[in-house]
């Protein structure tokens, strides 16, 4: 039996659960792969903590290029995260021609074309199946059971701790601060929450996901990205369920006949659609094709065990690959022509709009025409009580263009019968 030998770089959460997949399900994949796929050595800066996982005499090291140019390992794993050293390790393996497996979605939104380049230069392998999702096979249904299809809609909640904080607020009615401490007491949220609260590493998930659905890479410093911090209040996520919608942080590809739309921000789904339904720190996307129509992939989006799930599987996807020779059997898709981005002024969807107004007479005429003078036309209009003078009026819209919206919103904040900050939260549709 071939025998295909693996060594990991980082040993933390997913890393320990890698470990633990390959050592407790060695004969499993033995079976499945016809493959015996052993875990050679791990390298990480800290050798003392036990991570609970029994490694066999000699697999550990602080030496990372010890791991990379060992004779016996024939597969990478990259789990470091970020684009420091992780860049270097990854470059390192591909040049000496050796196929790496990464979870490390920051690295490839921010230089996956470079990355590839590299991989083909060297006739090896990425696969990245768990950088966007951890455990669902959105990575690999792209890329493989997708193929034949011309994507046309994705749609995705992609991190936990943005999903599990708008539902908590929701269920809990309690305030965004609250509710990110408990979250962190719990560990669904991190010490430092920017990149999940602030929506970036929804952008970095929703970048691969676009270059895969539609063959280019983007430049993710120039794309329109709003988090849930100084965004949503829990009286919004209120007012919209008493609506029949729920607010959730989207990462929003749409290919249109004006150009892609790419951009990440909470928004309204319909509560009974199937993205309203997902809760707490549950992932889910929504594609749809041309020949396939809507396809949802749902579970959970990080995790040590579920996020390692997809690791091992995209081990054993690479042990076939080496064991029947058949390298470079990834690439990332390449679009025939460039492929135009669509101004984010020139987005389309209908709105919830939550205005602060004078609780007076003429207070909402006169914020309605300015909506019409912009060629914003209102769906709906609900007053909440007055307080300190001042109103709370939600309104939905009808559809209408970003730029004339946002225009519609200036005017309107310079009014005297206005009170404090709008908000507005475009209305989504998945499924639909």
Known sequence: ????????????????????????????????????????KIADLDISTDRGVAL??????????????????????????GTGVAKTFVCEALTAGKPVVTANKKLLAEYGAEIFALAASHNTDIYFGASVGGGIPVIRSLRDGLVGTKIETVYGILNGTCNYI??????EGAPFDAVLKKAQELGFAEANPTLDVDGFDTLHKAAILAA????????????????????????????????????????IIKNTPDGLELRVEPALVPAASMLGSVSGVFNAAMV?????DWTLFYGRGAGRLPTAATVVGDIAEVARSLAAGTCRAVTMPKASAPVALKPLGDAVSSNYVRLSLKDAP???????????????????????????????????????????????????????????????????????
């Open 212 to 251: 895969l659905a539609f063959g280019f890479s983007p430049d993710i410093h120039t794309l329109p990205c709003r988090g849930i911090r100084g965004t949503v209040e829990a009286q919004d996520i209120l007012r919209a369920r008493e609506m029949g919608y729920r607010v959730k942080l989207l990462a």
């Open 1 to 40: 039996m071939t025998k295909i030998g693996v060594g990991i770089l980082g040993f933390g959460t997913v890393g320990a659960g890698v470990a633990h997949g390959l050592l407790a399900n060695r004969d499993i994949l033995r079976e499945r792969t016809g493959l015996d796929i052993e875990l050679r």
């Open 362 to 432: 003429g207070s909402l005429a006169a914020t309605t025409s300015v909506f019409s003078k912009h060629g914003v036309s209102i769906r709906s209009a609900v007053q909440h009580g007055a307080a300190d003078g001042f109103a709370s009026v939600v309104l939905l819209t009808h559809d209408v263009r970003r730029a004339d919206m946002l225009q519609a919103l200036e005017e309107i904040r310079t009014l005297p019968c206005a009170g404090g900050e709008p908000v507005c939260l475009s209305i989504e549709e998945p499924g639909q």
């Open 166 to 171: 708008l539902t908590a607020m929701e269920q």
């Open 288 to 292: 749809k094709s041309d020949m396939d």
């Open 56 to 81: 066999p005499p000699g697999v550990l090291t602080a030496d990372a290029m010890r791991v990379i140019h060992d004779p016996t390992v024939q597969v990478v794993v990259e789990l470091i995260g």
